[in-house]
């Protein structure tokens, strides 16, 4: 009898999207794909849950063609929600505070502090941000954010292995803020996101992650599009 697989891999697409790969099922994350000139979306691509962070075309992205392609549902807040089942999508509506299960995973919905809206809607909804647990490993997506005190909850909650964290300076936190997210969230490994390809800053992910090891002694890993991380 073969041992039950408990690695998991984060994909590293570009911009904040990410497939979590494990052994029962893919969580594919703000799939901004069409447009994103340094996304890398893996062949075998085959997503059984799509997570959306908020409606802004480089999260929600390619999350309504994929959801329609594959037959696969879109997790997000409900007016979220409400917009992709319009476009056609499957959608399941949840709300901050929420906590969803599914055969291989379970998520909860956290809050995000940013705006939600999309090409012909001015306002949809509320953003928000992510705990996937998955193979006993727990994964902070934080979606766009500015620094908020209550991330410290979103730490105790579930104790993190991996945190995605928004970089940019323009549309979110910047990168002294993002040290200080780190701190709250107490995650053992961060991964910087939203970087280099938009916003009026140029964040230097570099630059993150030496003041991650200096300050929050924390491990700090820069994924190229298309790089994989595996924890086990
Ligand atoms: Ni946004
Ligand atoms: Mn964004």
Redesign the pocket.
């Known amino acids: 009898m073969q041992a039950r697989l408990t690695v998991v891999g984060i994909i590293y697409i570009g911009h ?1 999207a990410f497939l979590i790969r494990t052994s029962q099922g893919e969580i594919l994350i703000d799939p901004f794909l069409t447009g994103n000139v340094s996304a890398v979306v893996p062949d075998d691509l085959d997503p059984d849950l799509i997570l959306v962070t908020h409606a ?1 075309s ?2 929600l992205g390619d999350a309504i063609e994929i959801s329609k392609k594959f037959e696969v549902p879109i997790l997000t807040t409900y007016e979220v929600a409400n917009f992709c089942i319009s476009k056609g999508a499957k959608a399941i509506d949840a709300h901050i505070g929420g906590k969803l299960a599914f055969p291989f995973c379970t998520v909860k919905l956290f809050p995000a502090v940013h705006s939600s809206s999309a090409d012909d809607v001015s306002s949809v909804g509320v953003p928000c941000s992510f705990v996937v647990v998955a193979e006993g490993k727990s994964i902070f997506h934080a979606g ?1 954010t500015a620094l908020f005190g209550d991330m410290k909850l979103i730490g105790e909650d579930s104790p993190l292995d991996v945190a995605l964290l928004p970089i940019d300076g323009c ?2 936190m910047g990168i002294d803020d993002a040290v200080k997210a780190v701190k709250l969230l107490k995650s053992k490994i961060v991964v910087p996101m ?1 970087y280099g390809d ?1 916003g009026s800053a140029k964040a230097d992910p570099y630059d993150f992650c030496k003041k991650v090891k200096v300050q929050t002694k924390r491990m700090c890993v820069i994924l190229r599009p298309g790089e994989t991380l595996t924890i086990d």
Request: charge should be negative; glycine fraction near 0%.
């Open positions: 904040s802004h480089d999260h766009d549309y979110t939203h938009s």
